[in-house]
């Protein structure tokens, strides 16, 4: 069963400090997206990307945060000067062009901002 | 806009008996709808999907879902609880691509805590 990966599977920041979540999507999965969930709290969503670019972002994803493939696999999600609110588990996941096959979830990066 | 409702914040049930965790949802267009599980400090598993077809549909760990378009529900099932099944339970819906809302963002419902008690 093809795995969207993510590392670090827990990251330690001190605010103000940038931080770059990394994630391997799907390899023939075309969408790729950023949630997050605070503790306790539902899943939110952060922002899609496909070709390349943005397709859709949310109000959370403000100036701060910027989404990269800077490679035929990586995915990433960076935080430029990290607030102790960016404390949160973030979720990579992948899907197919429209999504039927569903969308398949990684294990999540849990961030900590002190 | 899409949103997604699971009006129960903790459902408790007896090992053996059987389960039901609600959702109700609203979008546009036509939904797909998605179950996914998370167990403490893990990510997010997969359960089931609807995309078209059969209103049941059947997923991983015996569950089901069946969607009911009238009632804009997605009620996740099981006929035999098991404690191993103690988790919390998201519900999703996002619009139909075929739609033309265009929309690929899941909206996510603010979980159900299931304890199956022993």
């Known amino acids: 069963e093809p795995e969207v990966t993510q590392t670090p599977s827990h990251q330690v920041t001190q605010m103000g400090q940038e931080v770059i979540l990394r994630c391997v999507p799907i390899s023939n999965h075309l969408y790729f997206y950023w949630y997050r969930q605070i503790l306790g709290q539902k899943v939110e969503f952060l922002v899609s990307f496909y070709n390349n670019e943005i397709s859709e972002k949310s109000e959370i994803f403000d100036d701060q945060f910027s989404v990269e493939r800077p490679d035929g696999s990586n995915f990433t999600l960076k935080i430029r000067s990290t607030k102790l609110e960016d404390s949160a588990m973030y979720f990579c996941?992948?899907?197919?062009?429209?999504?039927?096959?569903?969308?398949?979830f990684g294990s999540g990066t849990r961030l900590t901002v002190v | 806009a899409q949103s997604v409702a699971q009006p129960e914040d903790q459902v408790n049930v007896a090992e053996g008996n059987p389960l039901t965790v609600k959702c109700t949802y609203s979008?546009?267009?036509?939904?797909?709808l998605f179950w996914y599980v998370q167990y403490p400090n893990r990510g997010l598993q997969f359960l089931l999907k609807?995309?078209?077809?059969?209103?049941l549909v059947k997923g991983s760990y015996g569950f089901e879902a069946e969607f009911n378009k009238s009632q804009t529900s997605f009620h996740l099932k099981k006929p035999s609880a098991l404690v191993s099944d103690s988790a919390l339970y998201f519900c999703?819906?996002?619009?139909?691509?075929?739609?033309?809302?265009?929309?690929?963002?899941?909206?996510f419902g603010k979980g159900t805590k299931l304890s199956v008690i022993p």
């Open positions: 609807y995309i078209t077809g059969d209103n």
């Open positions: 996941a992948s899907s197919d062009l429209m999504g039927d096959r569903g969308y398949t």
């Open positions: 999703a819906v996002r619009d139909s691509p075929y739609s033309g809302a265009g929309s690929y963002q899941l909206t």
């Open positions: 979008v546009s267009g036509n939904p797909y």
